[in-house]
């Protein structure tokens, strides 16, 4: 026998978790005292339970599996919610654990510190399950039934809630389980669906195109996705989470769906669509006016199927299986020949052009640049971030890490912060704007206490200027959207972190490249107003 707290911390230690984010409360120290023994688990202190969720977001978009966050009750749990609909809907791996009050006042409403009814129905829209133990031996089981649940079928965030008093209980001793997620390996499994009809489709088609999304990067098929492209000689055109998942310096990459011009007139010429991943939300594609004729959708499940749509052909479960079993039927089938070349042609034109015109894709051509192949952007919803989704050419699966699942601002600071915490090999840099990063500014110190550096790119601008861009757009002005800072450079240093102000991309380019190699963090200052976005020209 053993206390519930160190049972639980000992599972977290075998389920290969090993980073936590959260903040020490009233109804959670019974955990913390437990996890201060637990040396193969690292927690990392924040600053604020947002900003954890973000973390914890960021570090599962790396790959390696659910990204763990502890809040308390009440207040504590309440701000988790908001982050959670980011990772909820991007399909982000979150263990969101948060505590209640003790379990025999649970319902009463006697009015004990930070109660709060039915608080766990707060989480049911954001979470894939809820999780709600109410007895000591209830605890293990339901965690490990969480754990599978974050990573399997479509990922996504989790919410587990254990009453304070349960953490300082006896604990039976657990048998161990006898599965565990291989957290490093995606989409093992099987499907359903008319797999022979599809190839046919893809295969009869004269132009055929694929649509990846977030879902084909969270399952890690990158690889396939380039294969069946190249088999097909299909064009590849994703969302911005995305972009990447084919190169985008290879001639099949047409990068962000979204796009008008060259990229409309690509995405409407399609005879038939293998959607690999996607939702195919209303937001990305139907207010933009495409088509989808000949549509083979393959996702986790048919949730999102035939929602803005028609689907000729669906293809659910595991999307490393559908993808290998139309490689296979598609085999020998191939053309010589891309019916995308001239319009691939077209679009470096289009770019060029563009470049030439806009001060914007200077400073994102800048970043890129500066970044390695192997980097990944994380960005923030600001002008400059807009302006990246459409121009950064990303190189990698996770080359380019956004908040579009639910267009949240002050995601890109401490989601960077957790994906460099998970993937400490990998160079990390962030976009986000004077708004956004005063959301979560104070986690600088976290970054200090923890040694957790990457170069922190903040568009200072002294305004909310998307909302300001959108006034203007509608109303012809704009109203209470200037904003005052303080000096950035001085700021930084009270936490002690370096800090650098630039104006041109080649000062961009030239302090990121620097700031990068030092592993240290550094805060860049850009001082540019970028107030057109991207989304209504181009």
């Known amino acids: 026998m053993d206390r519930m707290s160190r049972a639980f911390s000992a599972e977290l230690n075998k389920e290969g978790i090993r980073h936590v984010f959260g903040i020490p409360s009233i109804h959670n120290i019974g955990l913390y005292d437990a996890l201060r023994e637990e040396a193969s688990?690292?927690?990392?202190?924040?600053?604020?339970?947002?900003?954890?969720?973000?973390?914890?977001?960021?570090?599962?978009?790396?790959?390696?599996?659910?990204?763990?966050?502890?809040?308390?009750?009440?207040?504590?749990?309440?701000y988790m919610t908001a982050p959670l609909v980011e990772a909820w809907w991007s399909s982000s791996p979150v263990f969101a654990l948060t505590t209640n009050i003790s379990s025999d006042?649970?319902?009463?409403?006697?009015?004990?510190?930070?109660?709060?009814?039915?608080?766990?129905?707060?989480?049911?829209?954001v979470a894939k399950r809820l999780f709600c133990p109410r007895q000591v031996g209830e605890v293990i089981p339901m965690a490990r039934e969480a754990f599978r649940s974050a990573v399997e079928g479509r990922p996504g965030p989790v919410f587990f809630e254990v009453p304070t008093d349960l953490w300082d209980m006896e604990c039976p001793t657990m048998e161990a389980a006898e599965t565990k997620a291989d957290y490093e390996k995606c989409g093992i499994g099987s499907f359903e669906g008319d797999i022979d009809r599809a190839a046919e489709i893809l295969a009869g088609a004269e132009r055929p195109l694929v649509v990846a999304g977030t879902g084909a990067v969270r399952a890690c098929i990158g690889d396939a996705v380039l294969s069946l492209a190249e088999v097909l000689q299909a064009p590849v055109v994703t969302n911005a989470e995305a972009k990447g998942i084919v190169p985008e310096n290879h001639e099949l990459a047409f990068g962000n769906a979204a796009r008008r011009g060259v990229v409309r007139e690509l995405v409407c010429?399609?005879?038939?669509?293998?959607?690999?991943?996607?939702?195919?939300?209303?937001v990305d594609y139907v207010r933009r006016g495409v088509t989808m004729p000949g549509l083979v959708h393959a996702d986790f499940d048919d949730t999102y199927m035939d929602?803005?749509?028609?689907?000729?052909?669906?293809?659910?479960?595991?999307?490393?299986?559908?993808?290998s079993a139309l490689l296979e039927r598609l085999e020998g089938s191939g053309r010589g020949y891309s019916w995308s070349a001239d319009l691939r042609r077209r679009l470096e034109k289009e770019r060029r052009a563009i470049t030439a015109q806009r001060d914007e894709t200077r400073y994102v051509e800048a970043i890129r640049r500066a970044l390695p192949a192997e980097a990944s952007l994380v960005i923030d919803n600001t002008m400059l971030g807009y302006w990246s989704e459409y121009f950064y050419y990303s190189y990698r699966e996770g080359g380019l890490i956004t908040a579009k699942g639910s267009?949240?601002?002050?995601?890109?600071?401490?989601?960077?912060?957790?994906?460099?915490?998970?993937?400490?090999?990998?160079?990390?840099?962030?976009?986000t704007g004077?708004?956004?990063?005063?959301?979560g500014a104070q986690e600088l110190s976290t970054c200090l206490r923890h040694g957790v550096g990457f170069p922190l790119i903040v568009v200072n601008d002294g305004a909310f200027g998307v909302i300001d861009y959108l006034q203007r757009l509608s109303y012809g002005r704009g109203y209470?959207?200037?904003?005052?800072?303080?000096?950035?450079?001085?700021?930084?240093?009270?936490?002690?972190?370096?800090?650098?102000?630039?104006?041109?991309?080649?000062?961009?380019?030239?302090t990121l490249g620097k700031a990068l190699v030092t592993g240290k963090m550094h805060l860049i200052e850009l001082v540019a107003s970028f107030r057109e976005s991207p989304f209504v020209r181009y």
Do not use: W
Request: charge should be negative.
């Open 434 to 439: 004077d708004g956004g990063f005063f959301y």
């Open 105 to 125: 006042r649970i319902g009463k409403k006697t009015g004990v510190l930070h109660e709060i009814e039915d608080q766990e129905s707060m989480f049911k829209p």
């Open 41 to 78: 688990v690292r927690h990392i202190l924040c600053r604020h339970e947002s900003s954890a969720v973000h973390m914890a977001d960021g570090y599962a978009r790396g790959g390696k599996g659910p990204g763990f966050v502890i809040t308390s009750t009440g207040p504590g749990a309440a």
């Open 480 to 510: 209470e959207t200037d904003i005052v800072n303080p000096d950035l450079q001085t700021f930084a240093a009270s936490f002690g972190i370096e800090a650098h102000r630039v104006h041109t991309p080649n000062e961009l380019e030239d």
């Open 269 to 282: 010429s399609a005879d038939a669509v293998l959607a690999v991943g996607t939702r195919l939300r209303a």
């Open 307 to 323: 929602r803005n749509f028609k689907t000729e052909v669906r293809l659910t479960g595991s999307l490393e299986a559908v993808t």
């Open 407 to 431: 267009s949240i601002i002050g995601f890109a600071f401490p989601a960077a912060l957790g994906l460099k915490l998970a993937s400490p090999e990998r160079p990390v840099a962030a976009v």
